[in-house]
């Protein structure tokens, strides 16, 4: 074998080692679950639409002049629904693209990564909430609402990450002998993934819903943790 044959044999290889790397080569279920919690991650500023909808200007000025000399205001249903709505099209192409990218075995580029699983959710609930009480003349850097959504999106980045936790990872569920038992393993924290995630999504939801989570937060992230710890002890349990 020649040396350049050699070069692009070792950099396919480097490339579809990269790719294990960077977290494409999901399973169909996790893709399927990522893409599913992005979208109502990306969603979820609709429902801070519909909360101040009576407050929001039915024409929102945005101060910016377009083509023509024409002045680009927002309709409110743009402003309320329309946002959130474009930002789960993004989300939704580039969950597309990064499945793209595992089939062909490829690495991409350094903005699709970013933005695949966790960019468009974030970009959305941080732009589109803002833009919404900017609309409605709220302040949105209130701690009631900066914390819960802040911890929700951290929980949303857990589930994932635990959702097919690798044996070999720092952060993992250890219970006794339960990483001698793959299928107990991935069982174990494929559950607490889905936990973590949809708790993630209920303190998103709630504050975008109500907006006061006093009470409910606590609860929440108490369970959220709970749940698939008691989960992880029996099913170690059953293998002692």
Same mark, same amino acid.
């Given at each position: ?28 279920? +996790?893709?399927? &679950? ?5 979208? &109502? ?23 910016? *002049? ?16 329309? %946002? ?11 969950? %597309? ?28 609930? *941080?732009?589109?909430?803002?833009? *919404? ?5 709220? +302040? ?46 991935? &069982? ?15 303190? *998103? ?36």
């Amino acid at each position: 074998m020649s040396k350049q044959k050699k070069k692009a044999a070792l950099s396919r290889e480097d490339e579809m080692t990269g790719a294990k790397l960077f977290g494409k080569h999901a399973s169909v279920e +996790k893709r399927r &679950a990522l893409l599913a919690v992005t979208l &109502a991650v990306c969603a979820m500023p609709m429902l801070l639409g519909w909360r101040f909808w009576s407050e929001i200007p039915r024409v929102v000025e945005t101060g910016l *002049i377009g083509p023509g000399g024409q002045d680009d205001s927002l309709p409110r249903w743009m402003v309320a629904f329309g %946002m959130p709505a474009f930002m789960c099209l993004m989300d939704a192409i580039t969950h %597309m693209q990064l499945h793209l990218n595992q089939k062909r075995m490829t690495i991409p580029a350094a903005p699709v990564r970013l933005l695949g699983r966790w960019g468009f959710p974030v970009l959305s609930v *941080i732009f589109c909430s803002w833009l *919404i009480f900017h609309s409605a003349g709220q +302040k949105m850097l209130q701690l009631s609402f900066v914390t819960p959504c802040a911890l929700g999106l951290l929980l949303l980045l857990l589930g994932s990450h635990m959702f097919d936790c690798p044996l070999d990872s720092r952060l993992a569920l250890r219970f006794s002998g339960l990483e001698e038992n793959p299928l107990q393993w991935k &069982a174990v924290h494929r559950f607490a993934g889905w936990i973590w995630m949809l708790a993630g999504l209920a303190l *998103i939801a709630w504050t975008m819903a109500v907006g006061s989570l006093s009470l409910v937060m606590p609860a929440v992230v108490l369970a959220a943790f709970a749940v698939p710890w008691i989960f992880a002890r029996s099913r170690s349990g059953k293998m002692d």
